[in-house]
């Protein structure tokens, strides 16, 4: 079982930065690739980055590409997310996951445990 902690969120300007931190619990947190998603009332959950378990291999979403950084530090099972050049279309709740298995990693379904999620709020 591991349990996900997200915090971090919050709101700010556009243009602006936030970073967000998942902290995770178990002994086996550097066997788990990780990912980060957001939702929007009314939409599907939507991948927004991944990072594998040995953190070598890093994936996002196009809309993201160039302004977000997924990383992990395993000695504080910890995973965070940088955000830079926020824009309104940023604004969603954002959930770390974090799986074992394999799969596609951009598809919610192929991970195991979710976090409670954090609101980011990116104003106009």
């Known amino acids: 079982q591991v349990e996900l902690v997200e915090s971090g969120g919050g709101l700010v300007q556009a243009g602006g930065s936030l970073r967000l931190s998942c902290v995770a619990s178990g002994r086996t947190f550097n066997t788990y690739s990780l990912a980060w998603f957001r939702q929007v009332p009314g939409k599907d959950r939507e991948f927004v980055a991944a990072?594998?378990?040995?953190?070598?291999?890093?994936h996002y979403a196009d809309s993201v590409k160039g302004r977000f950084t997924i990383s992990r530090d395993d000695a504080k099972n910890t995973v965070d997310l940088q955000m830079n050049s926020l824009k309104p279309e940023d604004t969603a709740i954002y959930y770390c996951?974090?799986?074992?298995?394999?799969?596609?990693?951009?598809?919610?379904?192929?991970?195991?445990?979710w976090g409670q999620g954090t609101q980011v709020t990116v104003s106009s």
């Open positions: 996951a974090s799986r074992l298995a394999g799969g596609a990693m951009r598809v919610a379904i192929n991970y195991d445990y």
């Open positions: 990072i594998d378990w040995n953190g070598r291999q890093t």
